[in-house]
């Protein structure tokens, strides 16, 4: 045995052997990139904790969540996140009313009603609706939905939740229907033609068979939707307005988390004040906030999924 | 049972049946107005910008820096901007999304690195663009010293995209079936010459709709931008990365200034003056036509491939 360890190993050996070593290399550098999404994870929690801690030393978080105005580049600074989540959620809230009925209609018409060809010609318009960027629906919110808004309530001011959140809502439509229709697809073939030999029409099959058994997957829709209207930035921004406003009727005008965010980002806070603070820590928020919707979705999906 | 009661449950069966029928007339004819709600948006919004941006379509909008006076502002530093954002974020998207892919499908043994991994990709698919922004803010411009420039905008979008990158990669790299692997292993071929030679190769299309998919998103991506504090006003071009001296290549672009269309459209629709909104909407409509355009491509790739491709 040392003997043959002794001779020079042949050139065939060492070939093998930079051929081994080639692969760890590279099976190493792929290992790397696939750690940049947790590093990114790492980073952005890292990031939003560490700031907020900056600003959590200068507020306390009971004022946090109970002061009832948010007013942080004021002389005399106020800082209770409640009118920026007021905001959020009414927005949300207004955007959901219209996404969620139509599109679980659109989803059950798509899936159990339309035609073959009707199908697969929608579908791809629908994601293709998906990819259109925000602040284009912006401009559609401020100055399509919000003057027609404006005629039927003359008291609506020109900024205002309603508008930017019918628009999210549109937004979303094809979202929510889109995830919805693929797991009403998912639902087996037999059970409905279990049901259609019943003698069930097409209406009572999709509404007490088909949706009942896709239950999951529709919930988990919403959940992303909700999460989705959550976090969207550029609608609220340019048509919801800017002002910190505790309220929750979306006739007014009202700053969500995001537009805030927006607003001091375009003005031009020295680094590592308060205001500059304070983007980090109503960031943290939306963070929780899509995060356990997110987790939730999962969660149903997990939870409630039907194994046929 | 008399006659007469028979006839009376077969009248009262018929006029059931007719109810239900009824019910399916109308509920499809309310799931073709939702859908149509959720189709016909996108056309007017289209018509609206055209309509609302015709005066805008000319070259000169394309050639001109932004101005004071609507009517001679344009688009050349909003474009320039944006293309070569565009190109730091494909280029760091692009071989980290597809590396990582390949790793967790070919590489990845089934256990808890691989599953944190997993959980981490699909939690920051669902993470809002805004807070990538806050990352890039805190981390790119002041904890690297990057600055407001392009490379810390196309290192951000390049984070934002990444999941979609990933994601797609595994999902074509999933469609290959065993048997092609097999059969390279069995001639002698190492994982990387699998991986490199076959796996790769076939998933190609795939991973190219989702490459598409992804560019097309962060063209439009506006928020993040905004928060890592791009300047909106920028009446000059970034240095030209091709210089006449050698190295010939120059990367002072790379800590330069910048501005992208969509930032460069919600600079103008937010400001009070109306013919501003006229340059908005045509800066909307360019955005659209191009993300619809990259979309359109992808999507109709996808279609092919699945129609195509017989193992």
């Given at each position: 045995m040392n003997e043959f360890a002794a001779t020079t190993i042949s050139p065939r050996l060492a070939k093998n052997i930079r051929r081994n070593i080639k692969e760890r290399v590279i099976e190493l550098i792929l290992m790397l990139a696939a750690l940049s999404a947790v590093a990114t994870t790492v980073g952005i929690v890292a990031i939003l904790l560490n700031e907020s801690l900056g600003f959590f030393k200068t507020v306390s978080v009971v004022d946090f969540f109970t002061d009832t105005q948010w007013t942080p580049l004021f002389e005399n600074p106020h800082f209770g996140i409640m009118p920026l989540i007021s905001g959020t959620l009414t927005t949300s809230a207004v955007a959901l009313i219209v996404a969620i009925p139509v599109g679980t209609i659109a989803a059950i018409y798509l899936s159990e009603f339309a035609s073959h060809k009707v199908r697969e010609t929608v579908k791809p318009i629908l994601e293709l609706l998906v990819g259109v960027p925000t602040v284009v629906f912006g401009y559609f919110a401020l100055f399509f939905v919000t003057p027609i808004l404006q005629n039927m309530i003359p008291t609506l001011p020109g900024f205002n939740m309603l508008s930017a959140g019918l628009v999210m809502g549109i937004m979303i439509i094809p979202y929510i229907c889109s995830v919805a229709e693929d797991a009403m697809r998912a639902v087996p073939m037999s059970m409905r033609e279990g049901s259609y030999a019943m003698g069930a029409t097409r209406f009572q099959t999709a509404l007490r068979v088909v949706a009942p058994a896709a239950t999951s997957g529709i919930v988990a829709a919403y959940i992303l939707g909700i999460s989705r209207a959550v976090g969207e930035t550029m609608v609220v921004a340019v048509a919801a307005g800017q002002q910190p406003n505790l309220t929750f009727n979306p006739m007014e005008s009202a700053a969500t988390i995001t537009a805030y965010i927006v607003q001091v980002a375009l003005g031009d806070l020295p680094h590592g004040s308060i205001g500059y603070q304070s983007i980090f820590a109503a960031g943290l928020v939306l963070m929780v906030m899509t995060l356990m919707f997110n987790m939730l979705g999962h969660w149903v999906r997990k939870k409630y999924r039907e194994n046929y | 049972m008399t006659q007469a009661s028979v006839i009376k449950n077969l009248t009262e069966v018929r006029a059931m049946i007719k109810r239900h029928k009824m019910d399916d007339y109308i509920f499809s004819i309310i799931g073709i107005i939702a859908l149509m709600i959720g189709l016909l948006t996108l056309l007017t919004l289209f018509i609206d910008l055209i309509y609302d941006g015709s005066?805008?379509?000319?070259l000169k909008f394309l050639s001109d820096y932004p101005s004071r006076r609507a009517e001679n502002a344009g688009l050349l530093s909003a474009w320039v901007g944006s293309t070569l954002v565009m190109l730091i974020t494909f280029l760091t998207a692009v071989p980290m999304g597809v590396a990582a892919g390949l790793y967790l499908e070919e590489y990845a043994s089934k256990n808890w690195f691989s599953d944190i991994i997993e959980i981490n990709v699909s939690n920051l698919a669902g993470v809002p663009s805004i807070v990538y922004g806050l990352l890039a803010l805190g981390l790119f411009v002041y904890g690297l010293g990057l600055g407001q420039s392009i490379l810390t905008a196309g290192l951000t979008l390049g984070l934002l995209i990444l999941p979609i990158v990933i994601v797609s990669t595994r999902e074509s790299i999933r469609a290959i079936p065993v048997a092609i692997r097999e059969a390279a292993y069995a001639v002698g071929a190492t994982k990387w010459q699998v991986v490199y030679d076959h796996v790769l190769k076939y998933s190609y299309g795939g991973i190219l709709t989702g490459v598409i998919i992804g560019m097309a998103r962060a063209l439009g991506e506006t928020a993040p931008i905004i928060t890592i504090g791009a300047l909106t006003f920028i009446a000059f071009l970034p240095p030209s990365p091709i210089s006449d001296v050698p190295p010939y290549l120059n990367f002072e672009w790379l800590s330069s200034g910048f501005t992208v269309l969509p930032i460069q459209m919600f600079n103008w629709l937010s400001?009070?003056?109306?013919?501003f909104h006229v340059n908005a909407a045509a800066t909307g409509a360019i955005i659209i036509v191009v993300t619809l355009l990259m979309n359109g491509y992808a999507i109709r790739l996808r279609y092919k491939i699945r129609e195509s491709i017989k193992w």
């Open positions: - | 005066g805008r379509f000319n400001r009070p003056d109306h013919a």
